[in-house]
């Protein structure tokens, strides 16, 4: 449109044969819209797809209400895609009506699924504009500005997963709390730049020294969060002083001075040898982190779950005793009996 509001005509963008050009079914996909992290995309292929709380599952679901095989994902010859609930206990939900157990039904484009009490499912078709544009939407979402880090709401929805993962393999999982020791120091000296990339640098190193099945995400502050399959105590204290040592010996810049920087970190950890939950590996790093703070910063220190006979004193069966990771005597500390999932 000119000056005038003349609108110009131009020539067509798609040529007489694209006109006439059979277009191919769009790629599908269900996009989480309540209940998971919303705008999370499950890739729908013409194979079959099941959806559980199973890992076994084509795409596993972490959620209480949805059953370990709760419903399969179809497609004709035709196309058209057909949803199975395979008898689950909270039953699954096309457009709010619910289906016979055992018995497809049809799913339309567009359609919202719903399994249990809580995960809403939009199944759609999306051309690779809308598909890049979903994606891009969806990472803003679950990345930390700063760092490029994944955030906390991603990690603790990820992590009940991992942790299934990694036991079912025969693994434990390690959850390493990291933090910059005398943060507060950086920023009132050096400035909120220097703050900043005192940050980077922590989540640079923690990418750099972890695995491609390893989360990573920043938990808040100048508090990180990393989850690790280990195949042991050991393994654990080892990767964690790994990521101490690469940050001690990589001082950033601040204005004209290097900086160096030391972090403190506190280690849990789950296997299949006993119970455990989000919440209470979390509550044990933290508690550990605290430690490493209280004995004097810039160590790792491990927090296990021991057997009463280890807690004379307490009276819970079960109790949380912290060990340092550097080479004395391993002598518990008085008990965290009272810490969440202890």
Same mark, same amino acid.
Request: a positive charge.
């Given at each position: 449109m000119d000056v005038k509001g003349n609108t110009r005509i131009c020539s067509s963008p798609v040529g007489r044969e694209e006109q006439t050009h059979v277009v191919a079914p769009l790629p599908t996909y269900l996009i989480m819209v309540r209940g998971g992290l919303t705008g999370a995309m499950f890739r729908v292929d013409n194979r079959t797809t099941s959806l559980g709380r199973s890992i076994d599952n084509t795409h596993s679901i972490h959620d209480a209400t949805v059953s370990r095989r709760h419903a399969a994902l179809t497609h004709d010859a035709e196309g058209r895609a057909w949803?199975?609930? %395979?008898?689950?206990?909270?039953?699954t939900y096309i457009d709010g009506k619910r289906l016979i157990p055992h018995q497809p039904f049809r799913l339309e484009q567009g359609g919202r699924i719903q399994l249990g009490a809580s995960i809403v499912l939009k199944y759609v078709g999306l051309d690779p504009c809308e598909e890049r544009f979903q994606r891009e939407m969806f990472d803003r979402a679950v990345r930390d500005n700063l760092t490029g880090l994944y955030n906390r709401a991603y990690f603790l929805e990820q992590i009940g997963a991992r942790c299934d993962q990694a036991i079912s393999r025969g693994m434990s999982i390690a959850l390493l709390m990291v933090d910059i020791d005398h943060f507060k120091r950086i920023n009132d000296t050096h400035g909120h730049d220097a703050g900043d990339a005192a940050l980077?640098?922590?989540?640079?190193v923690l990418?750099?020294?972890t695995r491609a099945d390893d989360l990573v995400a920043r938990y808040g502050g100048e508090e990180f969060l990393v989850a690790l399959p280990v195949a042991s105590e050991a393994a654990a204290v080892e990767r964690a002083e790994r990521i101490r040592r690469h940050l001690l010996q990589r001082p950033i810049r601040a204005g004209s001075e290097p900086l160096? %920087?030391?972090?403190?970190?506190?280690?849990?950890?789950?296997?299949r040898t006993r119970p455990w939950n989000v919440a209470g590996l979390i509550s044990w790093a933290d508690a550990a982190l605290y430690e490493a703070k209280r004995g004097g910063r810039n160590r790792v220190v491990s927090a296990a779950v021991m057997q009463s006979e280890c807690h004379r004193g307490t009276e819970s069966v079960d109790g949380l005793a912290i060990f340092r990771t550097e080479g004395e005597d391993r002598v518990?500390?008085?008990? %965290?009996?009272?810490?969440?999932?202890a």
């Open positions: 949803l199975t609930d %395979l008898g689950s206990s909270n039953g980077r640098e922590v989540a640079k990418r750099d020294s160096r %920087l030391t972090v403190s970190i506190g280690l849990s950890r789950a296997d518990p500390t008085p008990s %965290l009996a009272s810490a969440p999932g």
